[in-house]
């Protein structure tokens, strides 16, 4: 199973959820940009996607949350260190109040991992990483396993009528 991404402006990303009604897309509104999801074991129907497999997948996203991307570029040699130690994550995330689903994704085309949450609000996610210690600069001055360094963004999604 793949996860797709791709980002533009709001406008622009609804006018793709809206081309293709029949498919399972996710709107998640940022901060100056917007990006659609897909998950699929099919291809995607975005031009230019970044594309990543699942590593872990833990409950469904929906249509009103707080999305939490975390982006961690790992190096070649880092790869299997980060896999072992960030692939499950879900059992503690499932049983943390405000939990809606989580995706570890491992990217075909770059060096950048995701661990990709959903929340009810930011209060629940930030209760969860204090609990099991997501301060990836910490891995990082013990191991050589970054390119460069993690950051996070964060969206909202909305329901339909409330959408640009």
Do not use: C
Not at 42 to 52: D, L
Not at 62 to 75: A, E
């Amino acid at each position: 199973m793949y996860l797709y991404m791709t980002s533009g402006t709001p406008e622009f990303m609804q006018s793709i959820k809206k081309k293709y009604p029949n498919e399972q897309l996710f709107l998640l509104h940022g901060t100056g940009n917007s990006v659609l999801i897909q998950e699929s074991s099919n291809k995607t129907v975005f031009q230019v996607p970044r594309k990543y497999e699942i590593l872990e997948s833990v409950g469904h996203f929906s249509h009103k949350g707080y999305f939490v991307l975390q982006h961690i570029p790992i190096t070649d040699e880092g790869k299997s260190i980060f896999e072992h130690k960030y692939t499950n994550l879900g059992s503690t995330a499932q049983i943390e109040p405000g939990f809606i689903a989580l995706r570890v994704l491992k990217p075909i085309k770059s060096d950048t991992y995701i661990i990709l949450s959903e929340w009810s609000g930011p209060s629940s996610y930030e209760v969860w990483e204090k609990s099991v210690n997501l301060d990836f600069s910490m891995v990082a001055d013990r191991q050589n396993l970054f390119t460069s360094a993690p950051y996070i963004a964060t969206y909202q999604s909305k329901e339909e009528e409330e959408a640009f």
